[in-house]
């Protein structure tokens, strides 16, 4: 079993060398590397379920001197998540990028892209921690450049700068606590950890950085125009996959690691600033003229709620009712991942058929496209958190959690975001109705509109009705 | 495979999975589309049927499924959902019928009856739910299935109704959603038990449920029209005619109305909720929004728009009759859960042939309609009779039982001044209609004849909706006292709930 985590890191890794090597036969390459991936995360998570959280050391090396790929739960499901989004999108950028030359300069970027995103899930120490962020942080500048005009490459370059900043406070970070504690194993560090002033300095830099990568507000300024930018297929996995695991890491080392150290005011911090992007974001969104704007502002505006739980997760006695929230925490940053890939997905199509994603002019489009207005629709109610999507779960989590710590503000806000949200998707889904010329058949571009499809499906029906293995496979750890 | 954990699951698959491949239909598939609709409609009718029997001999039907720790989702068959599913799925054959006549030739077909059969879904679904969390989960999929229907035209109009049709229903589901979430932390998961579960929570937590039942019970009054939650109604009006008698008779106003019943009953009991002190603000609501929606009927000059304000008057009845303590109200309001249906759905349907067939929109056009389309205002004269309360009428069982209810609870002192004072508003408000429609002479020329009188005098798919839930609204008028009838039935629930 411990063979899929080899595979999941070597098989994309693989396959940026062969797309370099045989650009005419990229596309499939991808397509496959995404099947071998998803079966191999499937494998994996399945394995972590019956076997509890497994390991492997490359070449026999022990922690502290080898490389060691780790999984639970968690990483497992950010896992599948990832080789599920990375395969539509593969399937949708293969169609996306008409000319083959601009495919031989995307493929073997993006494969370094999954590659990165792999490693981190399944690093388990600190500096490999370090450096798969870096890789993932500059492959995904460079795709985001990509878009070719000098907004894009502007925002690129902001991007970058950011992106760079966050490593090296996360970096100055690990060193402090290499120094202190002499191992940077995740595993031997939570049982050494222990309070005082080098802990708090080294947690609060790497969690500055992580905040910076996940655009947790008032961090947020660069995201919406990088994420507007960039060509759709790397837009949805900028929004879904890399804010994402930045997310993931701020997740393991303050519910992890850290656990025994965090204060419950730290917690109130996040928690607070998550209200905030949850308030801000939604509130951009709606304001947004762009589509691709209102959905980068709404990634701001999720990636708030996640940050909610925080304080509630640090107040609950460990018990059910604490396991229960941290599964809807994480049955919410699935759903997100899956919805907001398929939303900037279907922006695509919408910005390729017409030229343009002004909401404003949206009227013919939208009628003319109907399953991709459908899949606008669906990923639309999954982040508003309407059942029977994983994010209604996951809000429901939410409102308890604040019910039983009587932390009633964030309740407010939950109530208070959500209807934002529900007010800039039907601003959109508005223009779907109307008497525009419509084709006969629902679905006109397959290969583009399918994905989008079953992705914001997956995040509205999929996740909402058998999300119940979410919380058996979180029950080992966090 | 084991019908009693199937059966549920299975009436409401009946409508959701022919919904969800007339989506993927070509537009020009008239003849597959319309075979699946009336199957799905079909096949509901028959498992609605075996279901029936089996609650009646009591047998227990239940679909269980877990979506998360503590929170599972329940399709559970009892006395009190078997009313409204068997209610849903009639109504819903016929509408089927009527709504393939109406929109004959209209684009986006296929979309409409991929939402239409959703509605219908999440409806049964939210009648089938065996507690809160599921009810909540159906409730907001109607929200979210009815809101197309109402877009359907895409005429600023009509996306001016659907979008304040959202704002209200969306907030009004925050609400409910806060509410469940609260109790659900206080109490555990709230299943629908005859008798209710909250009386034995201990008594520090009393000021707490009171908060939470003015939660849910403002979450729900927003789709039943509590004023002054009514607003989205009359201007969902915009819809098609199919959508409107769904929307008025079965759907969203019966789903938030049939949530006041649930929760009133089946969470917190109506001996409890009575012992807090609830049931008074509810009775005063439900007679404030009869008398308010009936003058505001008087005024409207749009037929659509009259029939809006009185379903806004007549739904309340429900909410009355949930308010009025003892076994006698209980039944009058759940017995006009389906009087109130099968009436308003046979107005809607003739309003939307008057439309259809002559181009008709307003009251002052309706000079004469009688001797051009005489079965359709029979049909419409019949209903309206039944909603002021004529007998042998259906209407008329309902408010009988309803001041008999008020007069064992000692409440007929405001109850019966209500009632009747709401008749003659009711009669002021459609006697008028019925006189303009028979004994005045038409005017040159109808609005704009879109159908020709040939044989009959619309088109049959128009004509034999409006007919057939006519003679059920006199049916169930008339045999009030046959078995399985809707009044047997209340009084079955009656007992039950009641401990009878």
Redesign the interface.
């Known amino acids: 079993m411990t063979d899929a985590l080899i595979w999941l890191v070597a098989m994309p890794l693989a396959a940026a060398l062969a797309t370099l090597l045989l650009p005419r036969h990229a596309s499939v390459v991808v397509i496959i590397t995404g099947v071998v991936t998803t079966l191999a995360g499937g494998i994996l998570l399945f394995a972590v379920g019956t076997q509890g959280a497994l390991s492997y050391e490359i070449g026999g090396w022990t922690a502290g001197l080898g490389i060691a790929l780790r999984a639970d739960g968690l990483s497992a499901l950010l896992l599948l998540m990832t080789a599920l989004v990375m395969l539509a999108a593969s399937i949708y950028a293969s169609a996306y990028f008409s000319k083959a030359v601009e495919r031989a300069r995307f493929w073997p970027l993006w494969l370094l892209l999954w590659t990165s995103l792999n490693a981190l899930l399944l690093s388990g120490d600190l500096f490999n921690l370090y450096v798969t962020l870096e890789l993932l942080g500059l492959s995904a500048v460079v795709l985001a450049s990509l878009g070719g005009k000098t907004a894009a490459v502007a925002a690129a370059l902001r991007y970058l700068l950011v992106g760079l900043l966050g490593s090296m406070l996360f970096l100055a970070g690990v060193s402090l606590i290499y120094a202190g504690y002499g191992t940077l194993d995740i595993a031997a560090l939570a049982h050494l950890i222990e309070p005082g002033p080098v802990t708090w300095t080294a947690l609060a830099l790497m969690t500055a950085g992580l905040l910076l990568k996940t655009a947790l507000f008032p961090l947020h300024f660069w995201l919406p125009p990088a994420h507007a930018s960039a060509p759709a297929p790397v837009s949805a996995v900028l929004s879904a996959l890399v804010v994402k695991v930045a997310f993931y890491l701020v997740l393991r080392l303050w519910l992890d690691v850290f656990a025994a150290v965090v204060t419950g005011a730290a917690a109130n911090l996040l928690g607070v600033l998550g209200a905030g992007a949850v308030l801000w974001g939604s509130w951009r969104a709606l304001r947004a003229e762009r589509l691709k704007l209102l959905a980068a502002y709404s990634t701001v505006a999720q990636l708030g709620y996640l940050f909610l739980f925080f304080p509630l997760l640090q107040a609950l006695p460990s018990g059910?009712a604490r396991?229960?929230a941290v599964?809807?925490l994480v049955?919410l940053a699935l759903t997100h991942g899956f919805a907001k890939a398929g939303l900037f997905m279907a922006i695509g199509v919408i910005q390729q058929r017409c030229g343009h994603d002004s909401i404003r002019d949206l009227d013919g489009t939208a009628q003319r496209l109907?399953a991709t207005t459908?899949a606008i629709a669906l990923a639309g109610?999954a982040l508003i958190g309407?059942?029977?999507s994983g994010a209604?779960?996951g809000k429901?989590?939410l409102?308890?959690g604040s019910?039983?710590t009587g932390q009633w503000l964030w309740?407010l806000v939950t109530?208070a975001g959500?209807?934002l949200a529900?007010a800039y998707i039907?601003r959109v889904l508005?223009h779907?109705?109307?008497?525009q010329a419509?084709p006969?058949?629902?679905?006109t571009v397959a290969r583009e509109e399918w994905p989008a499809l079953v992705l914001t499906a997956m995040a509205m029906v999929g996740l909402?009705?058998a999300?119940?293995p979410v919380?058996r496979l979180l029950e080992g750890g966090l | 495979m084991n019908l009693d954990t199937w059966l549920p699951l299975l009436v409401v698959a009946s409508s959701l999975l022919p919904g969800l491949v007339i989506?993927?239909l070509?537009?020009?598939s008239h003849w597959l589309r319309t075979a699946l609709n009336l199957t799905g409609a079909g096949v509901k009718l028959v498992l609605v049927g075996v279901m029936v029997w089996g609650v009646f001999h009591e047998h227990s039907y239940e679909t269980r499924?877990?979506?998360?720790?503590?929170?599972d989702?329940v399709l559970h068959a009892d006395t009190l959902s078997v009313l409204f599913v068997s209610l849903s799925t009639v109504l819903w054959l016929v509408t089927t019928v009527y709504a393939i006549g109406y929109l004959e030739k209209s684009?986006?077909r296929?979309?409409f009856f991929g939402f239409f059969s959703l509605c219908v879904s999440a409806t049964v679904g939210l009648a089938l739910a065996g507690n809160l969390f599921t009810f909540?989960?159906f409730y907001?999929?109607l929200?979210?299935a009815t809101?197309?229907l109402v877009?359907?035209?895409?005429?600023p109009e009509?996306?001016r109704g659907?979008?304040i049709y959202?704002a209200y229903t969306?907030?009004g589901?925050?609400l409910l959603?806060?509410g469940t979430?609260?109790l659900?932390?206080l109490a555990g998961p709230a299943p629908f038990v005859e008798g209710g579960i909250l009386h034995r929570l201990p008594a520090e937590y009393h000021a707490q449920l009171r908060v939470i039942f003015l939660l849910l019970i403002i979450g729900l009054g927003v789709k039943a029209a509590l004023v002054p939650l009514h607003g989205w109604l009359p201007r969902a009006m915009v819809a098609p005619a199919p959508v409107s008698a769904l929307l008025h008779a079965v759907a969203v106003v019966k789903a938030g109305a049939f949530g006041i019943v649930r929760v009133v009953y089946d969470v917190y009991g109506v001996n409890f909720a009575d012992e807090l002190g609830l049931l008074t603000g509810l009775g005063i609501a439900a007679a404030v929004t009869i008398i308010y929606g009936s003058i505001k009927a008087l005024s409207q000059d749009n037929l659509k728009k009259r029939l809006a304000y009185s379903t806004v008057s007549q739904v309340s009845y429900i909410a009355l009759g949930t308010a009025i303590l003892g076994p006698v109200g209980t039944i009058g309001g759940i017995v006009h859960l389906v009087h109130q249906g099968i009436m308003k759905i046979t107005l809607f349907f003739a309003a939307g042939n008057y439309a259809e067939t002559l181009g008709i929109h307003k009251v002052s056009e309706m000079n004469g309609v009688g001797r051009r389309m005489p079965m359709t205002t029979i049909a419409f004269s019949v209903a309206a009779l039944g909603m002021i309360g004529v007998p042998p009428v259906a209407g008329f069982v309902s408010k009988w039982y309803l001041g008999l209810g008020a007069v064992e609870a000692g409440m007929a002192a405001w109850v019966m001044p209500v009632l009747i004072v709401s008749s003659l508003l009711n009669a002021a408000y459609f006697l008028p209609v019925l006189q303009r429609a028979w004994f005045r002479n038409p005017g040159s020329a109808w609005p704009a004849e879109h159908i020709p009188a040939a044989r009959f005098e619309t088109t049959a798919a128009l004509l034999w909706p409006p007919v057939v839930t006519a003679t059920l609204a006199l049916a169930a008028g008339l045999f009030a006292a046959a078995p399985y009838s809707p009044l047997e039935w209340a009084e079955l629930i009656a007992q039950r709930e009641y401990g009878l």
């Not at chain 2, 499924?65 to 929170?71: I, K, R």
């Open positions: 059910p396991d229960a599964g809807g049955i109907p459908f109610v309407l059942p029977p209604f779960l429901w989590q409102l308890a019910f039983a309740i109530v959500s209807l529900a039907f508005g779907a109705f109307g008497h419509y006969q058949r629902p679905v909402g009705l999300g119940a919380w | 989506f993927f070509s537009e020009s499924w877990t979506l998360a720790p503590g929170l989702l684009p986006h296929s979309r909540v989960i907001e999929l929200t979210l809101y197309p877009a359907h035209r895409g005429t009509a996306l659907a979008r959202l969306l907030g589901g925050a959603l806060v979430v609260w659900h932390v």
